[in-house]
């Protein structure tokens, strides 16, 4: 399969995420897009990894997922304590100046 159409569906993917943080108001849907946006990132990275016959991009996609874990369980973990706190998920609502 030709890197052309890795890099097509890693820009329909990252174009969907970053509609998705522009656009919703719900927390866990951003957090979600966030998720998309990065597996569109290794998407590229592996695909032009591959092309070049290097491990390197493989690699340091390896990293970012690792890293994208750690983001989605803190990320999980701040909107469990706002949903405590102010009892909601909309990011609109959301006032972190007033406790």
Sequence with gaps: MPTAHYV??????????????????????IL???ELILNAV???LVAFSYQLQSVNGQAF???V???AAAEA?????III?????????????IDLMKW
């Design 65 to 67: 997922i690792v890293d």
């Design 32 to 34: 979600i897009s966030i």
């Design 8 to 29: 097509f569906l890693s820009a329909a993917l990252f174009t969907i995420g970053a509609i998705g943080v522009l656009t919703r108001r719900n927390v866990v849907i």
């Design 42 to 44: 290794n998407i590229n």
């Design 81 to 93: 304590a706002l949903f405590r706190n102010k009892e909601t998920i909309n990011a609109d609502e």
């Design 73 to 77: 369980a803190v990320g999980l973990g």
């Design 61 to 63: 996609a390896i990293f």
